[in-house]
């Protein structure tokens, strides 16, 4: 082996570059399970066509829509998800160039089952299990295409006829449509402004009845939720008598059931850790019904910033069991078969990318675990994977902040030349802000601390998977509670408590909502020097156009994150806009944003850069074109990673 070497932090070599971040991943964004044949399939990225969705058939390995021309995404919501339903050797998906409903069957060219239409969007499938031919979907209509105008309903797609018409209407949003199995009845969930679906959601059931290839809803009852308090979400049918939920009534989510008219809670006393995720995507349960009578379900968990396996009970009265499981991310969870207690998720390790995996579980509910589509291998040692430390710091006020530490790593370095150097450090603030950033492995993440940095994701006040009270911490507070927990956190980490980076070189970035706290850290906080530098991407500057001119979904988020509309607190929209304090911005700033971005629109970025840059700051601005609400593109994912690492090289004078 070769000797060790030394050099400053920040400046290590390192064999993992943003061609290897762009090109290593498995780039999978759902799973899809045909609950009649057993066949499973995912969908795959390709940034290097432009970011498009393609289907893949997982076993073997076969792309069922290569052609550029489809896109297997939805713009429900922006954000979609729920843009295909695999059923009988069919699979129906959403193709977002024309938002039409295309029918795809193996060997022959897709299919559309919906009118031509530039103003229909399509999501969140459901097939009738007796008249297969008919659909439930999610119908977002942009015909008017103001974010009050926006209207979403519950429709029927005839793929026979290729027509669609109206199911139920009324609610400001729908999702999670599911027949039962024995198709006689229908349960869905729905919110209106100003709630997201994690604040307040109701889910219903009804009576449907087919009656000359059209369904008609009867019996109309609500089975949970509570405008504003509670969160019901996430309706299956684990038999034709049992719909199963999740509730956040306790404080946490936790699993529900609805059987014989009555709505209780499956454990005998609220577990305080969490049976789900906010639902910024459609078609995302956190669970699988495990056997053929429905009396068991494989719940995904979050406790202590990472995802598990418990096995939930449906008959009621007893408390999960956890399954030990190597994975710490785990998402898009199925049935694969109920017969053989076989279900799929895609799971990522501490030091291993996203698998789809297979687990079996026996009759003594012993879990085995098989990877159906390995993780992609790097060209290159795990020794170069840095561990997360997760820990929960106390901040001055006395509120707890919890954060996930990643120190520099690289087999090569014994460590820095320099004595008794620390090493720079990034501070990522998650997006949402009602999200939270997991322990799996990230190659951005490695592509800093195998060069010499250290890195720390805070999960802010705020963030999901802590609860319904930590969530709310940032109610009315959006703009204080998050940028104080990064400074707080930042500062915390590098105290002689800790004495873990050096607090003279530590950089913040952040997209979406978390460029929002990057920009309030840098220009809003009470003290704005804690930084050195900062990246932005897509982040928001100005409060006023963006509660005017944001997508329907999130269109009246403001009012709860900032206690109110622009119209009746216009002070605070004021004072926590960034763009009104840009000339307190004194560390190096670097904005990226997408030309056609229409959650955050590019005049956010605009006018950042052109206030910091007129008071003679000091700014870059990269503006990606054919980029929305993230980066899909290989040459922008490469380009931007490459950009902000220059980036900070050069204002801490890293590189000669």
């Known amino acids: 082996?070769?000797?060790?070497?030394?050099?400053?932090?920040?400046?290590?070599?390192?064999?993992?570059?943003?061609?290897?971040?762009?090109?290593?991943?498995?780039?999978?964004?759902?799973?899809?399970?045909?609950?009649?044949?057993?066949?499973?399939?995912?969908?795959?990225?390709?940034?290097?066509?432009?970011?498009?969705?393609?289907?893949?058939?997982?076993?073997?390995?076969?792309?069922?829509?290569?052609?550029?021309?489809?896109?297997v995404r939805t713009g429900v919501h922006e954000y979609g998800g729920g843009a295909s339903i695999a059923h009988g050797g069919i699979i129906y998906f959403s193709n977002l160039a024309d938002g039409r409903v295309y029918r795809l069957k193996e060997g022959v060219n897709p299919e559309a089952v919906t009118p031509e239409s530039k103003v229909h969007r399509f999501a969140d499938f459901d097939v009738h299990p007796i008249h297969t031919h008919l659909l439930v979907s999610i119908l977002e209509d942009h015909t008017v295409d103001e974010p009050s105008a926006v209207i979403n309903t519950l429709c029927i797609i005839n793929t026979a006829t290729k027509t669609i018409y109206p199911l139920i209407s009324g609610a400001d949003f729908y999702a999670s449509p599911k027949f039962s199995p024995d198709g006689a009845h229908l349960a869905w969930q729905q919110w209106s402004h100003p709630d997201m679906p994690w604040e307040g959601s109701h889910i219903y059931v009804a009576d449907a009845l087919v009656d000359f290839d059209r369904i008609s809803l009867k019996n109309l009852v609500h089975v949970a939720g509570k405008a504003l308090k509670v969160s019901a979400v996430c309706p299956s049918w684990a038999n034709n008598e049992t719909l199963v939920f999740t509730s956040d009534e306790s404080g946490?989510?936790?699993?529900?059931?609805?059987?014989?008219?009555?709505?209780?809670?499956?454990?005998?006393?609220?577990?305080?850790?969490?049976?789900?995720?906010?639902?910024?995507?459609?078609?995302?349960?956190?669970?699988?019904?495990?056997?053929?009578?429905?009396?068991?379900?494989?719940?995904?968990?979050?406790?202590?910033?990472?995802?598990?396996?418990?096995?939930?009970?449906?008959?009621?009265?007893?408390?999960?069991?956890?399954?030990?499981?190597?994975?710490?991310?785990?998402?898009?969870?199925?049935?694969l078969s109920r017969r053989a207690r076989e279900v799929v998720f895609s799971g990522g390790k501490v030091d291993e990318g996203l698998s789809v995996v297979k687990i079996t579980l026996d009759d003594a509910s012993r879990a085995s675990f098989v990877a159906l589509k390995p993780a992609a291998v790097p060209e290159f040692s795990n020794d170069f994977v840095s561990i997360p430390r997760p820990m929960s710091l106390k901040t001055p006020n006395g509120e707890l902040v919890h954060v996930v530490f990643y120190p520099p790593r690289n087999p090569r370095y014994l460590g820095s030349s320099v004595p008794g150097e620390l090493p720079p450090c990034i501070v990522f603030a998650h997006g949402g802000p009602t999200a939270i950033t997991m322990q799996n492995l990230s190659w951005t993440t490695q592509y800093f601390t195998s060069r010499g940095w250290a890195w720390l994701s805070v999960n802010y006040g705020g963030s999901s998977g802590y609860g319904r009270e930590y969530t709310c911490r940032l109610d009315g507070n959006w703009g204080v509670v998050d940028s104080n927990d990064c400074i707080q956190a930042a500062r915390i980490i590098s105290s002689a408590l800790y004495n873990l980076v050096d607090p003279k070189r530590l950089v913040i970035r952040g997209s979406s909502a978390g460029g929002y706290t990057v920009l309030g850290a840098l220009a809003n906080a009470p003290d704005v020097t804690t930084f050195a530098a900062g990246t932005s991407s897509f982040g928001i500057s100005d409060l006023f156009p963006l509660e005017a001119h944001t997508h329907k979904f999130e269109s009246r988020q403001l009012e709860k994150l900032l206690g109110g509309t622009s119209a009746q607190v216009p002070e605070v929209y004021r004072e926590r806009s960034p763009i009104n304090h840009a000339d307190r911005i004194v560390a190096p700033l670097l904005i990226l944003q997408g030309n056609i971005d229409k959650v955050v629109p590019k005049e956010q970025a605009d006018l950042i850069y052109k206030k910091v840059e007129t008071k003679g700051g000091i700014v870059e601005y990269k503006l990606y074109p054919g980029e929305g609400h993230g980066w899909r593109k290989a040459e922008t994912i490469v380009d931007a990673l490459e950009r902000e690492l220059g980036f900070y090289e050069r204002v801490l004078g890293l590189r000669s």
């Open 1 to 71: 082996m070769a000797s060790q070497l030394s050099a400053p932090f920040g400046t290590w070599s390192s064999p993992i570059t943003a061609e290897d971040i762009k090109k290593g991943a498995l780039p999978l964004s759902a799973l899809l399970v045909d609950p009649i044949t057993h066949r499973f399939y995912h969908l795959e990225a390709r940034p290097s066509e432009g970011g498009r969705i393609t289907i893949i058939d997982t076993e073997r390995d076969i792309d069922l829509t290569p052609s550029k021309d489809w896109n």
């Open 252 to 335: 946490f989510i936790n699993p529900w059931k609805y059987q014989n008219g009555t709505s209780t809670a499956l454990f005998p006393e609220p577990v305080d850790y969490e049976f789900g995720s906010p639902g910024w995507l459609l078609q995302t349960h956190p669970y699988a019904i495990l056997d053929e009578k429905g009396t068991l379900a494989l719940f995904i968990t979050t406790k202590d910033g990472r995802n598990g396996l418990d096995i939930v009970d449906l008959t009621g009265g007893s408390l999960p069991r956890t399954i030990d499981t190597p994975f710490v991310l785990i998402e898009n969870i199925s049935s």
